[in-house]
């Protein structure tokens, strides 16, 4: 692959810098103290954000150009760095219409959803009026294995009635989320992969009830949370389901490569910004004498973090050119190598500056303890690094010809 961006993308990071610069970092503070005081409000300046955002052409810009009139044409390469530099605030996706699950909600919708679904829930979402949720995980089943799910879709009359229990359902507590996309079974004896739908529920339906939010290390991970959400005897039309019975395993494959693109430039935007933090501590700082930047434990820490964003960036640029090249299906052991690397990645850069730092590290002062906890919560969503190790390592071992190795010698011994 070409690792030189292209003039058009090397523009909108310019661009995106700049947005961020001028309007978003001076509130990081602001921002911060909102979501510890008002866990589940709106920050009061987000729809103003939201709409400099849109008149500086700075919206959607994840949707990739097969998308059609969804799409502002960017391919999921072109997109990464600017997903890389949104990452280095926690909160900036969100103000450029380009926010998990939104993203992966809006792509279903573009993708797979009816003429009808896109013009009653895609379109709103597309112009930042409403937010979205996904509802997959239960409490009840290892959720890791898809196959699991327990929550019930059958089909009565010109309706389908839900019942089941879903938790660490992502923006479920939004004030603003307008429709959930749930993945249940509308055959539980069919075959395997064959047995799951994905549904459209209003979250306002009755039968649903918001049992709880479920805090990430003790705090509600503003500004949707997480939900644990019962439902029961939930009733929809028929016409809510997403491409027809059984298809929910496709559906949950396309719509989980590039999200993985995204999450994992977000991270890497969160590694280094924590690296220009560690970089700047250890030259104002010393102990017994000497500069925090003369110890050869500190530059090992620092270039051996430098040595790890570096690889992840790389790994996560092939995979996103690979997608664009050849498609999802292809792509498919990269997108798990970079599940696996990107967020340990994170979580090891940060713990390093949280030493280096010392009790300040685990302050809210600095945005440590916000990236750290995203890289960790990323360990788990979308699947455990475990699942992905057992699944490429499978695949691995399946697809090599081994029959090309050289062992004449080890043969012999």
Avoid at 376 to 404: C, F, W
């Amino acid at each position: 692959m070409n690792f030189q961006f292209t003039e058009k993308t090397q523009e909108r990071i310019h661009t995106i810098r700049d947005f961020m610069d001028t309007h978003l970092f001076p509130l990081e503070k602001a921002y911060r103290d909102f979501a510890l005081t008002s866990p589940t409000g709106v920050f009061p300046q987000m729809e103003g954000l939201k709409a400099k955002a849109k008149a500086a052409g700075l919206w959607n810009l994840f949707l990739p150009e097969d998308y059609g009139d969804f799409s502002p044409g960017l391919t999921n390469l072109e997109y990464a760095p600017l997903a890389q530099e949104m990452g280095k605030l926690t909160w900036a996706s969100e103000v450029f219409n380009c926010g998990a699950p939104d993203t992966g909600n809006m792509e279903v919708l573009a993708k797979y959803g009816s003429p009808e679904q896109q013009e009653q829930w895609l379109k709103p979402l597309l112009e930042g009026k409403i937010r979205s949720a996904f509802l997959m995980t239960e409490p009840q089943v290892a959720s890791s294995d898809a196959r699991n799910i327990e929550t019930s879709i059958v089909r009565q009359g010109d309706e389908y009635v839900i019942n089941g229990r879903k938790w660490w359902s992502s923006q479920a507590l939004h004030p603003h989320v307008g429709c959930y996309i749930l993945l249940g079974k509308t055959d539980p004896d069919g075959p395997p992969h064959a047995q799951q739908s994905m549904i459209i529920v209003p979250p306002d339906a009755e039968g649903v009830t918001r049992v709880r939010s479920l805090p990430v290390f003790s705090e509600h991970h503003f500004p949707g949370g997480h939900a644990e959400i019962e439902l029961k005897d939930v009733r929809v039309p028929a016409n809510n389901l997403i491409l027809g019975e059984g298809r929910g395993f496709e559906i949950a494959q396309g719509r989980l490569g590039p999200g993985r693109i995204h999450h994992c430039m977000r991270l890497i935007g969160m590694a280094e910004r924590t690296l220009k933090y560690m970089c700047r501590r250890v030259k104002e700082r010393e102990t017994f004498g000497k500069s925090l930047s003369s110890y050869s434990s500190i530059r090992q820490d620092i270039a051996r973090s430098a040595c790890e964003i570096e690889q992840a960036r790389l790994l996560t640029l092939s995979a996103a050119d690979t997608i664009d090249k050849k498609g999802i299906k292809e792509a498919k052991e990269l997108i798990s190598m970079i599940k696996i690397v990107a967020p340990k990645m994170v979580c090891d850069v940060v713990d390093r500056a949280m030493q280096i730092f010392g009790g300040k590290g685990m302050t809210n002062d600095i945005p440590l303890v916000e990236y750290y906890t995203t890289g960790r919560l990323l360990r788990l969503a979308d699947g455990p690094d475990e699942v992905h190790m057992y699944q490429l390592g499978r695949n691995l071992i399946k697809n090599s010809n081994t029959d090309s190795i050289r062992t004449q010698y080890l043969d012999e011994v």
